[in-house]
């Protein structure tokens, strides 16, 4: 799939000038008789089988979409509480941010609510470390390459001493990011490793480089360099939406899930939630069995498996004949990240009104952020209306697994009474954590054991933000652009016009940096 320059009015759509478009394969425009459409079979109802439903409804096939929890949204879902004063709630496993650069993420929001009114922005990106320096993203260029230069001219964390004894040959690759071939050239290499030869000062390594390190759940030590290099790439060299980002208003299920699964529905989707997936059987002639709990085995023409780390692998455990012995050996050997923690706590009294919606912190032991929920989420604002608290969340990244969990707990607590003193007066009403360890790791050398969207057989796709797309994209916009991807190598099969899709470009946008990165730079 060939990828191109965006038409001029691709700004004003919300997308920067200079993204690229990836063109929909040529075919007829969708099924038109249902009697002829294929049937497929969409595992996992996350962002990533959300995006390869709708990919494929759209053009008239027939989709079923399993999903194993009671509801949509995968690590995105929500769920209902009852609090200790009788109120009720939405639960989660906490804070994402939706950046400005998941364009295909957008587009798929976009199916449900055309005008996104169900995201709004918060007005800066503030980081602190416990030894008193701070950092904004709000006041910093989002044009490449003044986003750069702009962040380490205002930075307290970079001083002259500091940019003097950096080695400027080690960060050349950060100039001009590409994939796969970045993959190439720092997957052997630890995210730790590339920022100590580059001798970032201490400081920013752990208050800005650590946050890239800290979005895949992973300690720096274990992370392939190569996806910290794509993260400065997305957010700052590739594109001029920078470091600002969007919330959902309201939670997750009410604002993004539930409107998204009616458009499905208004599609022909059939969406079976609490419908685990155990196995899947390839049949003569083509077709595949799916075998759900608590249904009876389906024949369908295709499969999405759009699964989290752990459940693509269980269900390929237990599919012994599906694809072939080296592909299934590849997914048994793919591994979790380390273990997360989410607390929420309702507090009987407000924090400060300056507090900011979201927080990152460095250097305050396990605690990694801090939101103020009820700054821009409807249902955390009621309820701090009614009762004159907050509702406050705290997440803990790559925790020991070891780890005692009540310990944790009360670590993360005592870290949010450092960073925000009030709370050490205010009454806990109600507490809720959440303990997870199902987000993929992407450790040194991992890069080519990960699976691709196409598999062995041609009838069976997968999506995830743990494929490799070939393509600029991380976390939340990996899985929708994977999701999307899926749906379209199935379509190609059968002649119809896949789905456009959008990327930050796949190359540094600066000529003159490229030059600097080497040769290849030199010849784009």
Known sequence: ???????????????????????????????????????????????????????????????????????????????????????SATMSRGFHAFFRQYYNLRGLLRRADGGLTSLTGLPDYPLRHSSGLSDSFAK?????????????????????????????????????????????????????????????PEAAHHLAFEVFSRSFFADPRELSAAELALMFHIYFLGSSEGLLFDVPNEPFPQALWEPLGRYLTGHGARL?????????????????????DGAAPERYDAVVMALDTGGLRGVVEHSPRLCDASWRARIGGLRNAPPFLVSRLWLDRPVRAERAGFLGTSGYGPLDNVSVLERWEGEAAGWAKRTGGSVLELHAYAVDPAADREAEQERLLAELYRVYPETRDAKIVDARHEWRADCPLFPVGGYQDRPTIRTPDPAVTVAGDLVRTGLPVALMERAATSGFLASNALLERWGV?????????????????????????ERD
């Open 1 to 87: 799939m060939s990828a191109g320059r965006a038409p001029a009015g691709a700004a004003r759509r919300g997308r920067d000038r200079r993204a690229q478009v990836l063109p929909a394969t040529p075919g007829r425009d969708r099924f038109t008789d249902p009697g002829t459409a294929p049937r497929v079979a969409v595992v996992g109802g996350g962002i990533a089988g959300l995006a390869a439903a709708t990919g494929l409804a759209e053009r008239g096939v027939h989709i079923t979409l399993y999903e194993k929890e009671s509801a949509l949204g995968g690590r995105l879902a929500g769920w209902p509480v009852e609090l200790a004063d009788g109120s």
């Open 140 to 200: 910093v260029p989002r044009t490449p390459p003044w986003s750069a230069l702009g962040f380490v001219a205002l930075s307290p964390t970079f001083g002259w001493r500091d940019l003097a004894r950096m080695d400027p040959v080690a960060a050349l690759p950060l100039l001009d990011v590409r994939v796969p071939e970045v993959y190439e050239r720092l997957d052997s290499t630890s995210a730790l490793d590339f920022l100590a030869a580059i001798r970032f």
């Open 272 to 292: 079976l939630t609490g419908t685990p997936v155990g196995r899947i059987e390839p049949l003569p002639g083509g077709d595949l069995e799916v075998a759900a």
């Open 497 to 521: 016009r896949g789905q456009t899709l959008w990327t930050v470009p796949r190359k540094g946008r600066s000529g003159l940096l490229r030059a600097l990165a080497g040769p290849r730079g």
